[in-house]
């Protein structure tokens, strides 16, 4: 059988029921993370230009924009919520992927379950399977998909993206296939756009258009049955090399959420940078190191963060997500990183300027050994005016599946995400709601309890 027909034969036979509860429960929790995500990202500058664009634009009001008091369209409420919830660089992470996987796929269960009713059940299936396409097609093409410049989070996401509307559309085996035909060709983004608001508003367009390609394919809509396949297909043209079976044999044996699992970030920064940020807290914590004190910090890389951390002197927010030497002099002059430390005003502050001047980043010849794919090992090396030295490498970092959040840190960071869009007695009240997500008997509910302030 072709790529598109196994994962058809997947999505069909995949339910809420056949999904280890495990698996539902893991999915949950990155659920929530990533709504606390859209829902802070509602109120960025690119966020309020999208908005005014979908507004002018008009739609059929049945899909809610998230924090913003009105609804449209399915197709432009996901573009909306899903590039709100890259905007911040916040959500989580996929090692399969090289990128964000929940970010793509939530905002076709807000917007196409919103207008259908889905339950709570519906909600995580889709979710679960949609997230679990996109990555074991990512196992398959990359590296190399990524190397050659592609945003993974969009140009393999549309395929998520699709699933998860094909499972809440109740798709058959044959449709599926067409959809997923019509996303191949669709598939876009690309990594130039980093440090932009271009780079979250590939998430946005792979929603809307995963949305797109499932309800043309409901309607007759055609494709190839085997564009993965074949000289002019996706793997070929988008990745120069392809794995099928690797594709094909780790659908759901075992499901991404379960190994090797998804990261949860614990700052709104560029995940390559975040070993660094926990090795550079822990140092200045343990020897109560002063900025002052400080004469130069080394940083060593694997080769993926020198590739992506392309912004040694940002001059914007959205630069600054992307430069280590940003995060690293932020976390030594704050001695934490949250939301509200990401302004133009914050970059371009003269003590952070000084500090910044004192970094470097490299990639570590023992650290690139370790390929191109995996943890973002860092090494941080401190040296203070006065002679000393001090040195931390961190492997797991604070978030990632082998150093975990707890429950706790996941819902006060979703506390923290929501309270800069919406009322307290919303976030509680869909916290409940999220908390009990299996329950749920209408999705109508939930998306209900996300009222601006």
């Given at each position: 059988m072709f790529v598109s027909e196994n994962i058809a034969k997947f999505l069909v036979k995949s339910?809420?029921?056949?999904?280890?509860?495990?698996?539902?429960?893991?999915?949950?929790?990155?659920?929530?993370?990533?709504?606390?995500?859209v829902i802070a990202g509602s109120k960025e500058l690119g966020a309020r230009i999208l908005v005014k664009y979908i507004k002018s634009m008009g739609g059929n009001p049945v899909a809610t924009v998230i924090a913003d008091n009105f609804k449209t369209s399915p197709y432009n409420a996901a573009m909306a919520n899903g590039t709100f919830g890259q905007i911040l660089d916040y959500d989580d992470m996929s090692s399969s992927l090289i990128g964000h996987p929940s970010v793509f796929v939530l905002p076709v269960i807000l917007a196409l379950g919103e207008q259908h009713s889905?339950?709570?059940?519906?909600?995580?299936?889709?979710?679960?399977?949609?997230?679990?396409?996109?990555?074991?097609?990512?196992?398959?093409?990359?590296?190399?998909?990524?190397?050659?410049?592609?945003?993974?989070?969009?140009?393999?996401?549309?395929?998520?993206?699709?699933?998860?509307?094909?499972?809440?559309?109740?798709?058959?085996?044959?449709?599926?296939?067409?959809?997923?035909?019509?996303?191949?060709?669709?598939?876009?983004?690309?990594?130039?756009?980093?440090?932009?608001?271009?780079?979250?508003?590939?998430?946005?367009?792979?929603?809307?258009?995963?949305?797109m390609a499932a309800i043309l394919a409901d309607e007759g809509f055609t494709s190839k049955i085997n564009i993965f396949e074949g000289e002019a297909g996706f793997c070929n043209v988008m990745a120069g090399q392809c794995n099928v079976q690797e594709i094909i044999k780790t659908l759901g044996d075992p499901f991404e959420f379960e190994s090797p699992g998804i990261s949860i970030k614990p700052y709104p920064c560029c995940g390559a940078a975040h070993t660094a940020i926990d090795a550079i807290l822990h140092?200045?914590?343990?020897?109560?190191?002063?900025?002052?004190?400080?004469?130069?910090?080394?940083?060593?890389?694997?080769?993926?963060?020198?590739?992506?951390?392309?912004?040694?002197?940002?001059?914007?927010?959205?630069?600054?997500?992307?430069?280590?030497?940003?995060?690293l002099a932020l976390a030594l002059v704050e001695r934490e990183i949250r939301i509200d430390h990401f302004t133009d005003h914050k970059v371009q502050d003269t003590d952070i300027l000084t500090h910044i001047k004192k970094i470097s980043m490299d990639v570590n010849p023992e650290l690139?050994?370790?390929?191109?794919?995996?943890?973002?090992?860092?090494?941080?090396?401190?040296?203070?005016?006065?002679?000393?030295?001090?040195?931390?490498?961190?492997?797991?970092?604070?978030?990632?599946?082998?150093?975990?959040?707890?429950?706790?840190?996941?819902?006060n960071k979703y506390t923290d995400c929501a309270k800069h869009a919406i009322a307290k007695e919303n976030v509680d009240k869909s916290i409940q709601i999220l908390m009990d997500l299996s329950n749920l008997s209408n999705i109508n509910e939930l998306t209900k309890s996300f009222c601006s302030q």
């Open positions: 339910t809420y029921e056949s999904i280890p509860f495990d698996i539902l429960e893991k999915a949950k929790l990155c659920f929530i993370d990533c709504l606390g995500c889905i339950n709570g059940r519906k909600a995580l299936e889709a979710f679960t399977t949609g997230v679990e396409v996109a990555c074991a097609i990512s196992r398959g093409i990359n590296p190399h998909h990524y190397e050659k410049g592609w945003h993974t989070t969009s140009s393999v996401g549309i395929f998520g993206a699709t699933s998860a509307a094909g499972k809440i559309l109740g798709l058959s085996e044959e449709k599926l296939i067409h959809a997923l035909g019509i996303a191949a060709s669709e598939a876009s983004g690309l990594r130039g756009n980093f440090g932009t608001m271009t780079k979250s508003f590939h998430a946005g367009r792979a929603a809307a258009k995963g949305i140092l200045i914590t343990e020897y109560n190191i002063k900025p002052e004190q400080v004469e130069k910090i080394d940083c060593g890389v694997v080769p993926l963060a020198k590739d992506v951390l392309i912004f040694p002197r940002p001059k914007t927010a959205l630069e600054g997500r992307f430069s280590m030497q940003f995060c690139a050994k370790l390929g191109y794919r995996g943890t973002m090992n860092a090494i941080i090396t401190i040296k203070l005016m006065d002679g000393r030295q001090y040195t931390k490498r961190v492997d797991y970092a604070k978030g990632d599946p082998a150093n975990p959040l707890t429950e706790n840190e996941l819902i």
